[in-house]
């Protein structure tokens, strides 16, 4: 297929003379039931960088002052291409836990540096039984292109404890963090400037908070930034507002994006907008809850919730605020009597949107020719297999990818970095200024009226004050992220459009993710 190149000054076609090869070990995964999770993201890098390496050798040949030959660039090139299959560092420790009942335990745990392009590396750290060497490889890949993606100046990295936190006592689950921490700590594997982990499955604003005090109380106390050394923290100990919810709310604004592409829209035969739309979420926990609360406010119909133990439906929509006080008093699912217990698997019943909000791999073979839907948010991590995946596209199932979707967190993560760096939070010294400038503007109005007209007054509507007082930090947070969800969704479309790539949204995003990453490379001299 040839490839076009508006860039230059006459528009030309130039045929391809450079194919990007997917490994062999990799060219059978999409008949795969089973496949590696860090094999599935590596697969969808290299299906993007077959689209994309030939305009990435094209364009440095055809670059102002470019003095390499061809065969030097494409060397180049592929040579930058390949260096995303791996890993950069991956470290595997294994330490003595002393439980509460005297009996020694020994704990294991891993933190993978997937790049180092950008600098700090960023992710998160999970507490799973699930946990694996794969599994956070293929997680610290996920991040780099997610923060590339978005437009965020870190690398990708990712940590992992092997234990189920619900087995654990309070003291416990903080010494397994404190003593973690120690251990990144001894080989550079943490600190503001070169790794930045946040709350992951099973973790939260607690453990971030025991993490960031145990890298003050060792070296910590000697940077006047070691708040930085992590994000997610409670608001106290230098958190942010808005952290929390900001992986639900990205993910509202990713989806209300794509809802509203009447183009779209047509070739899945639904309506424009999320009022109405009826959703099915895997997953009732940070992500699941807060993307449920928002898309209900936004008038859509979550008619079913899938849990560890059980799943729920109700046609007529489910409340998050009542599901979730349920879930609060009887710490399940389980009994809530405003929706139906329902047997089988729902992630394949009719609905317009799915939103798998949980864990990896959870669309495989096995069920993906089942899935009914016609939109997948994909708000977990890695949910849908590359069988999967291509099952999906054939069906003409619009996948908006995870790395993208759920990037929210690690945006709302970015700007909490920011505002520990700077030791100032957002709004505080420009909140007072703006209220008092939008009041002058006002005095100014009326004044100018005054001139032509006697006897008026004007005074700012409930909506201008509700306005002015709420521009705090939360809704400066919230303001920041909707930019970058839209104009991230927006060039996403742009490149399915330049590329003619129907609706592969995630190989549009990837190659979004690489090129970004390309560039940062190649600027920096590969």
């Keep these: 297929m040839p490839l076009l190149l508006s860039t230059y000054k006459s528009l030309v076609v130039i045929p391809r003379r450079y194919k990007h090869k997917i490994p062999d070990r990799l060219k059978d995964i999409t008949k795969s039931a089973n496949p590696k999770f860090f094999d599935s993201v590596e697969y969808y890098v290299h299906k993007a960088c077959a689209?994309?390496?030939?305009?990435?050798?094209?364009?440095?040949?055809?670059?102002?002052?470019?003095?390499?030959?061809?065969?030097?660039?494409?060397?180049?090139?592929?040579?930058?291409?390949?260096?995303?299959?791996?890993?950069?560092?991956?470290?595997?420790?294994?330490?003595?836990?002393?439980?509460?009942?005297?009996?020694?335990?020994?704990?294991?745990?891993?933190?993978?540096?997937?790049?180092?392009?950008?600098?700090?590396?960023?992710?998160?750290?999970?507490?799973?039984?699930?946990?694996?060497?794969?599994?956070?490889?293929?997680?610290?890949?996920?991040?780099t292109y997610k923060c590339a993606c978005v437009g965020l100046p870190f690398g990708g990295s990712k940590s992992g404890i092997k234990i189920d936190p619900r087995a654990y006592s309070v003291p416990e689950l903080e010494r397994i963090t404190r003593r973690f921490t120690l251990e990144l700590m001894k080989k550079n594997f943490i600190g503001p400037n070169c790794d930045v982990p946040a709350p992951d499955a099973g973790t939260g604003e607690r453990e971030m908070a025991w993490l960031a005090d145990t890298y003050w109380k060792t070296v910590g106390y000697k940077d006047i930034n070691y708040f930085a050394v992590t994000t997610g923290k409670p608001i106290a100990f230098g958190g942010i507002h808005g952290r929390t919810p900001?992986?639900?709310?990205?993910?509202?604004?990713?989806?209300?994006?794509?809802?509203?592409?009447?183009?779209?829209?047509?070739?899945?035969?639904?309506?424009?907008?999320?009022?109405?739309?009826?959703?099915?979420?895997?997953?009732?926990?940070?992500?699941?809850?807060?993307?449920?609360?928002?898309?209900?406010?936004?008038?859509?119909?979550?008619?079913?919730?899938?849990?560890?133990?059980?799943?729920?439906?109700?046609?007529?929509?489910?409340?998050?605020?009542?599901?979730?006080?349920?879930?609060?008093?009887?710490?399940?699912?389980k009994g809530y009597s405003k929706a139906s217990k329902f047997d089988g698997d729902l992630l394949t019943h009719d609905c317009d949107i799915l939103l798998p909000a949980a864990t990896e791999m959870v669309l495989t073979l096995k069920n993906a020719d089942k899935i009914k839907a016609k939109i997948i948010a994909e708000g977990a991590n890695g949910p849908t297999s590359p069988a999967a995946d291509a099952i999906l596209q054939k069906k003409g199932v619009l996948i908006i990818p995870d790395f993208y979707l759920n990037a929210g967190g690690v945006t709302v993560s970015y700007f909490e970095w920011i505002k520990n760096l700077n030791h100032v939070s957002f709004g505080r010294l420009s909140l007072q200024y703006s209220n008092d400038t939008n009041r002058h503007m006002l005095q100014s109005i009326e004044d100018s009226l005054k001139q032509k007209m006697s006897d008026i007054s004007i005074e700012p509507n409930e909506a201008f004050c509700n306005r002015m007082k709420l521009a705090g930090e939360e809704n400066i947070v919230h303001a920041g992220l909707h930019f970058t969800m839209e104009k991230t969704a927006q060039r996403i479309k742009d490149i399915v459009d330049k590329y003619n790539l129907g609706l592969d949204f995630r190989s549009a995003a990837y190659i979004h993710s690489v090129t970004r990453i390309f560039n940062s490379i190649h600027t920096a001299g590969f």
């Design 51 to 143: 689209v994309l390496e030939d305009k990435l050798i094209l364009d440095i040949l055809h670059k102002k002052g470019n003095k390499m030959n061809e065969c030097e660039v494409k060397t180049m090139v592929q040579a930058i291409l390949y260096s995303l299959e791996h890993c950069a560092l991956v470290l595997e420790v294994t330490f003595p836990l002393k439980r509460d009942n005297g009996k020694y335990e020994m704990i294991k745990g891993y933190r993978a540096q997937h790049s180092k392009h950008m600098e700090p590396c960023k992710g998160g750290l999970r507490f799973s039984a699930d946990v694996n060497s794969d599994e956070v490889r293929a997680l610290s890949a996920l991040m």
């Design 246 to 333: 900001a992986t639900g709310k990205g993910i509202y604004y990713g989806l209300d994006f794509f809802v509203n592409q009447e183009k779209y829209m047509k070739k899945l035969g639904l309506s424009t907008g999320l009022k109405d739309k009826r959703i099915i979420i895997q997953g009732f926990g940070n992500v699941g809850k807060n993307s449920m609360r928002y898309l209900h406010r936004a008038g859509a119909k979550v008619i079913g919730v899938q849990e560890r133990d059980g799943s729920l439906f109700n046609e007529q929509g489910i409340n998050p605020d009542d599901l979730e006080n349920h879930l609060v008093k009887t710490g399940s699912v």
